[in-house]
């Protein structure tokens, strides 16, 4: 049997609002009463959270259509610094290595000012990173 906690249940908007609407415009009035009192009620009301938990069998019983894709952030943001795509072979990776070293080389930019040097240091650092973590992916040397 349902246990019903006092008159909290009949005190909602949504339900005063019902009555009277239908009392002053019959069906119609009490539909739209309903409508305006459940909006009201969720702007007063604070928002219900809901968390949903599995068991170790729940979470590994997953159809082989609803598996997801893990994507590498690291490795995405290699190949955009060294302006490749995925698909680049070995040999282009190569080279588009070479080319950005020597285009962000700190002793080419040196005759620049202090802080060219800084920048182009700090973007060397950022290229020999790219090219490591791409070369440990693709087990290349």
Not at 58 to 86: C, F, H, M
């Amino acid at each position: 049997m349902r246990k019903i906690y006092g008159m909290r249940f009949f005190l909602k908007f949504k339900w005063v609002f019902l009555f009277i609407g239908f009392r002053l415009a019959g069906g119609k009035g009490a539909f739209f009463g309903f409508l305006l009192g459940a909006f009201i009620d969720s702007l007063i009301s604070p928002p219900t959270i809901r968390f949903r938990y599995y068991t170790n069998q729940q979470q590994w019983s997953r159809g082989p259509y609803d598996s997801y894709t893990y994507v590498d952030t690291k490795l995405n943001d290699a190949y955009r610094i060294l302006g490749i795509s995925e698909t680049a072979t070995d040999d282009e990776v190569r080279q588009a290595y070479k080319r950005m070293a020597l285009k962000y080389h700190p002793d080419r930019i040196a005759s620049q000012g202090e802080e060219a040097r800084k920048a182009a240091e700090r973007a060397f650092q950022q290229i020999n990173q790219a090219k490591d973590i791409i070369y440990k992916a693709r087990g290349l040397k």
